[in-house]
């Protein structure tokens, strides 16, 4: 009965080419969970954040402000992720992974359905699907998910550390800040840390079998530790974050404020750094309190403004992210059912059968 339970745990991790479409619903009904609560938690802290504002001058900005110019943020944030697709297309030429594109774009963008999760750890989903489309192992797939998360970070920290040098503030806070957020990724990028800990590993017949799809899994990954990898990786993540942090810039445009553009790149990317050091989904509370606080401090914006813009912000590149991939996650079940005969054919075939 152990060994059942065993080869049932990490079938969710391993054996991914034989799960069921409902077995994939319950690991997404799982993950949905964290979903949820993050959502409850940042309506929370958008109110919170309104109240410290004022709630009705709050309301009233945000009501007032040019709606095609904060479109424009939205349309921006959606070219960093055709941006971001680039390189996705990359990292899956470089394994030898070949996907049509449409299918490959679909996936892609419902991996930021799962943004909010802890870590984006809910982007494995994405790695199930196409297992699911290339019939090829999870431990093949994988590596880009987990070099795709890597590499949207060293974007964003790269573009917040120049422009605190730019301003000559904070230099050491990102700087450490993005030294810290580096370490863990070394040990799933990196097999050194696997290849010390395997022989502890061998010794525990439960991660035996989890060894055998780790060393395919760096085997993998090794081939993405590639300086021109990096250098494709930064060439297309860089100005991807560059987007992103616009959106802070049309916010503040849209409400009637028109800021210095490395003054309003430098606060997005810092609170967003920094709510990464945090690990809390979403960046949830982290990013939204400091983006509040940096508005005030640096550009001198009332309180009023600071919140509506806040919110502005956080709806544009946070929750925009998560509701476009939440559509293309449910778009991609249709992947699922290919190759499953359908239920009027089962009935024909059957019917055949008896005759």
């Known amino acids: 009965m152990r060994a059942k339970k065993r080869s049932g745990f990490w079938k969710s991790f391993t054996d991914t080419g034989n799960m069921t479409k409902k ?5 997404i009904n799982t993950i949905s969970i964290f979903v949820a609560l993050a959502f409850l938690i940042s ?6 954040i309104a109240w410290i504002g004022g709630i009705n001058k709050v309301i009233g ?3 007032g402000a040019n709606l095609w110019i904060y479109l424009l943020a939205f349309v921006l944030v959606f070219f960093g992720y055709l941006l971001r697709f680039i390189k996705w297309n990359y990292y899956l030429k470089k394994l030898g992974i070949r996907v049509p594109l449409k299918k490959n774009l679909v996936t892609y963008l419902s991996l930021y359905s799962m943004n909010i999760t802890p870590g984006k750890f809910g982007r494995v989903i994405v790695a199930y699907t196409l297992n699911r489309i290339t019939k090829n192992g999870l431990a093949s797939t994988l590596p880009v998910v987990t070099f795709d998360i890597f590499t949207d970070f060293v974007g964003i920290g790269i573009l917040a550390l120049i422009t605190a040098l730019y301003f000559k503030i904070y230099v050491v806070y990102v700087l450490i800040i993005d030294i810290a957020l580096m370490i863990p990724y070394l040990f799933i990028l990196n097999s050194k840390f696997y ?32 300086p021109k990898v990096y250098l494709v990786s930064i060439a297309t993540s860089l100005p991807a974050a560059v987007f992103n942090a616009l959106a802070l810039y049309l916010c503040l445009v849209a409400v009637g404020v028109f800021p210095n553009v490395m003054n309003s790149i430098f606060i997005q990317t810092s609170s967003t750094v920094l709510g990464m050091a945090t690990g809390s989904p979403g960046n949830i509370g982290v990013t939204d309190g400091t983006l509040l606080a940096l508005l005030r401090g640096i550009m001198g914006l009332s309180v009023a403004k600071s919140s509506a813009v806040t919110i502005m912000e956080r709806i544009a590149t946070l929750w925009f992210g998560v509701g476009l991939g939440g559509v293309f996650l449910f778009y991609s079940m249709r992947y699922w059912r290919e190759g499953v005969p359908s239920r009027k054919s089962r009935k024909r075939d059957k019917r055949k059968r008896r005759v």
């Open 23 to 27: 077995e994939y619903i319950s690991r």
């Open 43 to 48: 309506i929370a802290v958008f109110v919170v």
């Open 61 to 63: 900005i945000i009501d």
């Open 195 to 226: 290849n010390f800990i395997k022989p502890r590993m061998m010794k525990s017949r439960f991660f035996l079998r989890f060894t055998v799809y780790g060393d395919e899994y760096f085997a993998f990954q090794s081939k993405l530790n590639k």
